[in-house]
Structures are given as C-alpha cells and as structure tokens.
C-alpha cells in the first residue's frame, strides 16, 4: 500500500479529512487534547496508539456520533458538526462493535443496509452479491452471520459500511481480536479497497498493521499526538540500530542490562517474558555487537541469542512513551511481541 504512486510533487491534493484543534473531554479525562490532523484524498492514515488513546473518540467525532467540545473537522468537504447529514452521505463506518444482524443472512445484512440508502429492491440485491463476492462471501450468503467466523463477520461488516460508496472510509480497529490469518486476509481486503480512490483513516493498536497499511502514521497516546510520518521517517526517528540480546538464564537479566547500558549509554529496555534485553545503539551497530559478546563471554553470561536490527514501529513507540502500546506506563515490555502477533484481547 505505502508504494502506491502518489501524486506527481507539487500538485496539491484535496484533503478529505481535516481537523483543527480538536478537543473532547469525559469528565476529567482529556479523550482528545487538542488534535490537528489532515488525510489527503486517496491516502491511509494510520491512527496508532494503545487502549485508551483516544483512538475511537476521534472517529465518533469525525463520523458525527460525537460533538467535538471544540475545533473544528471538514469530512468529504462538510463540517462534522454543521453539516452531520452530508458527512454521513460520504462516509462509511467500520466500528469496534460489529453492526452485523445475527439472525439474518449475509445477503439480507447487506441488502436492508442497501435499502436504507433508498436503493431500489433489484439495484439493493445485486449490490449486495457484488460485495459479497469482493469479500469473499458468496458461498456463505445464505448462512445466517451468527454461523460466521470472526473473520466473515469483520468482512461482512465493512461490506456494509461500503453499500453506499463511500468516499472516506473509517475502520476503527478493523483486525483487533481476530486470529493472525484473518487479520492477514483483512489486510489484504483493506489494501484492495483503497485502489479505488477512498479515503481511508484506520485505528489500529498493532505496530505492524499500521506499518503494511498506512501511508502516513500518527501516534496517539493520552489524547496527544505525539509523533507523526511515514513509517519509515518514524523508525528512522529513533536513530539507528537496536541490540536485541536473549540470554538463557532470567537471573542473568539484570547484569546484562547493565553491560549493556555501560556500552551504549543509554537505557535498556527489558522483557521478563522473552528475556530478551534491547538497547538503541545508534549507528554502531557491529561494533557494539562484538563489544557486547566480548563483555558477556568475559562475565561468562551465555547468550541465547545476540542480533542487530532495524528499528520497529515498536521502538518507536517505546522511545516516544516510555511504555509500549501494549500496556500503561512503568511496566515491562513483555507482552509488545504478543500484541503484534495479533493475540491480543478484544478491547
Ligand atoms: N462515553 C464515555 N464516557 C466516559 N469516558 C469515556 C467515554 N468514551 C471514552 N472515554 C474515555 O476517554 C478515553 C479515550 O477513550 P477511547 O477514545 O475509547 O480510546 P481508544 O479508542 O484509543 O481505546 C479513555 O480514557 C476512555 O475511558
Ligand atoms: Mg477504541
């Protein structure tokens, strides 16, 4: 997705999504403290950031489930708030809570979906098969969605979201509890559907599905944005290579964070679960490889296993928070791996 060509430099794309100064507050929890972002046509913006954030008040804002307290959003070129009817007739919305109706059929969800945008019943039923068969459903149109895989419904539902063409998309956690092969073949299904010109803005926890998916990625954390770009320009953000070294004993632990804290002059960061310590050791990469191994083969700490790496979208939201998405500050960073493999609980 990231390669798809963009525009030739210097023609100014349109925006479709823009939001200037955004704030929302529950009580005394900030949800969105003053947020600015905009979404060029066609483009994917990846809204990442951990439970929390902020991630899904942003989206009500934005698809006019939610008054902002202030700021201001233009969505497909109409004022979230002044305009809510034009926004909802160019949006669509994948949401955390399925909209899916168990007890009817696949084919019947989409056509009463199709009916609501006053489609007649003929023009309704064919666009219903049409997206069916894109989501790959077909086989099961006549299945009641109660008998579908976790994967199926996630399709049907931004099949639904698609009845009417929308124009800007919204998939608020699209793959968040799904096993890993159907987030994979979620991925690809979201991929397909921006070829045709949406405007996409995704939510996601996982580093690694804002990474495949989005053009641009923005951090949220605590209803901040806290750092944003390519993804490229956000691993290059944390500055070179990153020592990730697995020892085979916990209790070896702590002493190899000390080695190489000593080494690298900066702070380590260490997983209890995986015992693995990393460290950002900038771009000394192979030397400071060899200087570790040397320093732990003289303490006699064996190592499972030593490697250097590029920075993951990971780090980056490590180095940004102090914390990992996976969890709130001050804790370890043992369960990231987890979290990126897509185990994470439904949220
Ligand atoms: N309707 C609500 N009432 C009270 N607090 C809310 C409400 N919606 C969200 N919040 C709070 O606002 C913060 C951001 O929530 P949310 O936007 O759902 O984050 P995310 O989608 O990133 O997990 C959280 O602290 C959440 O508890
Ligand atoms: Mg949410």
Redesign the pocket.
């Known amino acids: 997705m990231k390669n798809r060509s963009h525009s030739l430099s210097g023609v100014h794309l349109k925006n479709a999504i823009e939001a200037t100064d955004l704030r929302k507050s ?2 005394t ?1 900030n ?1 969105l403290d003053g947020i600015d972002l905009s979404v060029e046509e066609g483009k994917i913006l990846g809204v990442l ?10 989206v009500k804002i934005l698809t006019t489930l939610t008054r902002p307290d202030s700021g201001r959003c233009i969505v497909a070129g109409y004022d979230v708030v002044a305009q809510a009817r034009q926004v909802r007739e160019k949006i669509g919305l994948t949401g955390q809570a399925t909209a899916v109706q168990e007890e009817l059929t696949g084919a019947e969800n989409l056509e009463i979906m199709a009916r609501l945008y006053h489609m007649p019943k003929r023009t309704a039923k064919s666009r219903a098969l049409e997206l069916l068969d894109r989501f790959d459903l077909l086989d099961a149109k006549d299945r009641a969605a109660k008998t579908y895989s976790g994967g199926m419904k996630r399709r049907l539902d931004l099949a639904a979201s698609l009845v009417g063409s929308p124009s800007v998309l919204f998939l ?1 956690e699209p793959t968040t509890g799904l096993d890993p092969r159907a987030r994979i073949g979620m991925w690809k299904v979201i991929e397909n559907l921006v070829g045709g010109g949406t405007t996409l803005l995704l ?1 996601t926890q996982y580093l690694d599905e804002a990474d495949e998916l989005a053009d641009e990625i923005i951090v ?1 954390d605590k ?1 901040k944005i806290i750092a944003k770009g390519t993804s490229d320009e956000l691993k290059r953000s944390v500055g070179g290579d990153v020592l990730n070294v697995q020892v085979a004993e916990e209790e070896d632990l702590a002493e190899v964070s000390r080695v190489l804290e000593t080494l690298a002059s900066t702070s380590a960061n260490v997983s209890n679960e995986e015992l693995i310590v990393r460290i950002g050791v900038g771009s000394r990469g192979s030397s400071a490889l060899a200087e570790a191994l040397r320093e732990l083969d003289r303490l006699e700490i064996s190592v499972a296993d030593i490697s250097i790496r590029r920075p993951s979208l990971d780090d980056v939201f490590l180095q940004l928070t102090g914390h990992s998405t996976a969890e709130g500050p001050g804790t370890s960073s043992s369960k990231r791996t987890k979290l990126k493999r897509g185990e994470a609980n439904e ?1």
């Open positions: 529950y009580g929890v949800a950031g951990p439970n929390g954030a902020g991630k899904t008040t942003l608020d939510t949220f209803g949220s």
